[in-house]
């Protein structure tokens, strides 16, 4: 079992990290809050060195995801801002381990959400905006195979977020009525509406908002949160991909 110190294992697990190792076997056991802890303290790592925090995921929001990991909880990852790409973008697909992509909505923050209990209509007015969105993912190797405490450590395979074309919240009525279709060199290859697959997102951003205050952390201005994969792929060097999501706005990136 781990140290009872979450702060114990940041160190240990930040070098684990530099050798190329994120679920090392000591590693096994942690709980859910000391996961998301030991996961901020090596944000604060990252952003020592000079990235810049740039938002949040919200994961497992699907019921297909809780299914297959046998859990029922929401965790965050973080999002730096080395990784925010504006659609169009040319990714290096060697720089990303096993890379997949996930078409996800993107809402940008406007004003501060914080702490438990946000209704929707709090969170709704709290938004700027939201976008058409990838999130891209990397399957990082480990010496032993990760419980879902490690996975959480390691934010959740997050790798980075291609944000595209967006809209007030005001001109979408429905979130949940959004038919995502995506096409990957010029194929469609998927396309899904929001409710079949994914809880209500504005519920996914007041749970966040209430696991982030837990924490001492609150969803900021200028933030950008993605709520959850429509559907997921492999990715590999020379193709393209393109979502479209109806009434919101379309994205695209290029993995060279």
């Known amino acids: 079992m781990p140290a009872s110190d979450p702060r114990a294992l940041v160190d240990r697990l930040w070098e684990s990290r530099r050798q190329g190792d994120v679920s090392p076997p000591w590693l096994a056991g942690l709980s859910l809050e000391d996961a998301l802890e030991v996961q901020l303290g090596l944000l604060e790592r990252r952003l ?8 949040w995921k919200v994961g497992l929001t699907s019921n297909r995801a809780r299914t297959a990991l046998g859990v029922d909880a929401r965790p965050f990852g973080s999002i ?3 990784h925010l790409f504006d659609s ?23 004003r501060r959400l914080a702490g438990p209990g946000l209704s929707r209509d709090q969170v709704r007015a709290g938004l700027a905006r939201v976008c058409a969105g990838f999130e891209l993912n990397e399957r990082r190797a480990g010496s032993a195979r ?15 977020v291609v944000r595209g074309g967006g ?12 038919r995502c279709s995506l096409l990957r060199d010029g194929e469609k290859v ?3 509406v929001s409710r079949d697959e994914l809880d209500d997102h504005l519920e996914s951003l007041s749970r966040l908002a209430a696991v982030l205050g837990a924490h001492g952390r609150a969803l900021e201005p200028g933030q950008v949160v993605i709520t959850g994969a429509f559907a997921r792929f492999d990715a590999a060097a020379g193709q393209r991909w ?3 999501y109806a009434g919101v706005g379309e994205v695209e990136v290029t993995f060279t």
């Open 167 to 178: 809209v007030s919240l005001a001109d979408v009525a429905d979130l949940s009525a959004v």
């Open 190 to 192: 998927y396309s899904g």
């Open 88 to 110: 169009g973008a040319r990714v290096r697909a060697a720089s990303i381990v096993k890379p997949s992509i996930e078409p996800e909505m993107c809402f940008e923050i406007g």
């Open 242 to 244: 393109r979502a479209e």
């Open 48 to 55: 020592a060195e000079g990235d810049r925090l740039a938002g």
């Open 146 to 160: 990760p419980d879902f405490g490690a996975f959480v450590t390691d934010g959740l395979t997050q790798w980075g």
């Open 80 to 82: 730096l801002a080395s």
